[in-house]
């Protein structure tokens, strides 16, 4: 159920990002968003000793640890983004370390620049990055400026040939 402080967020967004689009958003509700306003939704994974660290150097209680380490092992945040964003036949190929019908628990030995090809190709919207090392971090980057040139040359192409089938022209 969203919150006050989430209804505000809608209310302020509602008239600009369905319209503009080209925005980042950086949330940890996923299903309060419509899915028409969503691209990619990036979920970014950390082991839970490197977790610990980055919250305990923040200054989070004990409890408030516990509490995110547990939603970290139990891939809290991705579940719900699955269930928001991912199309049924996408569920089995969320996990690009899938294989022969079984999956890995995690996803750290994905490649995130494959995730995103696969996001473009496919048109899926969930991926998965790891985000424990500075380099990592790095290569999410890179892979998302990929993501996001791609999709710039998607919408082209597909604005091109709506002009093409406007004019009775075929590809």
């Not at 030995?109 to 696969?118: K, L, M, N, R, Y």
Request: proline share 4%; charged share 35%; hydrophobic share 35%.
């Amino acid at each position: 159920m969203a919150s006050a402080k989430s209804n505000a967020l809608l209310d302020h967004l509602e008239d600009t990002v369905p319209t503009q689009g080209g925005y980042i958003i950086d949330w940890h509700i996923p299903d309060i968003f419509p899915r028409s306003w969503i691209d990619l939704v990036v979920v970014l994974r950390a082991d839970t000793a490197v977790l610990y660290d980055r919250l305990a150097a923040r200054g989070y209680s004990e409890s408030k640890l516990q509490e995110n380490l547990d939603a970290e092992i139990m891939q809290v945040v991705l579940e719900d983004v699955k269930d928001a964003f991912e199309e049924e036949d996408d569920e089995d190929d969320s996990n690009p370390n899938a294989e022969n019908g079984t999956s890995r628990d995690r996803d750290d030995e994905a490649i995130p620049g494959e995730q995103v090809d696969s996001a473009l190709r496919r048109r899926r919207m969930v991926v998965v990055f790891p985000s424990n090392t500075d380099d990592d971090m790095e290569r999410n980057l890179e892979c998302l400026q990929m993501w996001i040139m791609a999709r710039i040359a998607l919408e082209r192409e597909d604005r091109r040939s709506e002009g093409d089938k406007e004019e009775g022209v075929t590809p």
